[in-house]
């Protein structure tokens, strides 16, 4: 079959290595792809947030299966119209991604199903959000109401961080996504990150993860988008799986569809731990980054399959086979990220890594120009790498990170540092 992977970073890169090991991949795009995409599928120039040109492409190349990979095509209906034009598609209506791109609408859902989650409240002026915080006290947390690439939180540990992060949001700072801001109770416990996918009916777990947040070593600094992952997350236990399916997941599924939206693709939960004990903090309606580069690591070609069924509807009868391993992920970043970074340095050393299954150097933002790959965004590569334990997996993931040589680049060294 003839597939298009929506999307241009880490997380495409993985889905695309995954998905090209699948002998019922014949041929495989990816719009508009990156550097180190070019080595595994055809990169396109396509404007993914328009549905006439992705429609049109899929019809030219005759494309049988779309996966989306990011939050924005999914928020704008991009799934709506390729449902609309027959064309199978792994990912959530538009409605249903609201899931992600309106937390206030996440946490309406949680208290009609009874999903644990942190008090709140949803404000639209900046005066009366200010009240809230003298009233509540911090440790408190600040969210853009829409999507902001993973920027728009703020753990505020004081009340005038929370007042500057109600402040940025209604000047502007996060543009549209902060016209409402979302407040709430500080939680406190161990973050880890669950997938699941659902046809909107069913639900199917995939796997765990922990994500790195901050910028800075021993979780330090600004959030970034993630600097780090590793797979599973040992917090995340059977039992506590097992509530968080219960007591979140299928409840939510449940609701959706009682909505008349029911949510087809993949759900992100990101939950917080205490006490053997989770409540959901947010969810994601795609796979993380860099979550599901240490995901594809360990699922391989097998996600292909678990995709096309959740698409038609029949994850009732589908499996994934884990295999008894870990991976782990390091994301080399351009130097000044998560602020202002320059682009353009050149990248040297890909070409001498080792390149398997259980080594591999994701890219993202990245481009070749005469030749040479260049940094073009903030998050540049995943040194991304499988072991029968997590040390071995962060030992072989470190040496792919220090041999690639790239001055103008940084990492942090103390990916899992939880676990290990």
Known sequence: MNILILGSGGREHALAWAIRQNP???????????AGIEGVARCVDIDILSAPAVIAFCE??????????PEAPLAVGIADALRAASI????PSAAAAKLEASKSFTKEICDACGAPTAAWARFDEAGPAHAYIREKGAPIVVKAD???????????MTEAEAIAAIDDAFGGVFGDAGAEVVIEEFMEGEEASFFILSDGVDCLPIGSAQDHKRVG???????????GAYSPALVLTPALQEQVMAEIVRPT???????GTPFQGVLFAGLMIKDGRARLVEYNVRFGDPECQVLMMRLGAQILDAILACAEGRLSDARVNWADDHALTVVLAAEGYPGSYVKGSVISGLADLPDDSANKVFHAGTAEKD?????????????TARGASLREAR????????????????YRRDIGWRAL
């Not at 829409?146 to 505020?156: F, P, Q, R």
């Open 146 to 156: 829409g999507l902001a690439a993973g920027k728009g939180v703020t753990v505020a």
């Open 88 to 91: 199978l598609v792994f990912g």
């Open 60 to 69: 030219e190349a005759a494309v049988d299966l779309v996966v989306v990979g």
């Open 395 to 410: 030992d072989r993931a470190y040496a792919l990170a220090d041999a690639i040589d790239w001055p103008q680049g940084f």
């Open 217 to 227: 070593e021993g979780d330090t600094g600004p959030n970034t988008g993630g600097m």
């Open 24 to 34: 019922k991949c014949d041929r495989l795009f990816v719009a508009p792809g990156n």
């Open 371 to 383: 030749g040479q790959v260049i940094a073009i965004g903030g998050r540049v590569l995943a040194a």
């Open 253 to 259: 599924i449940a609701e959706m569809a009682r909505r």
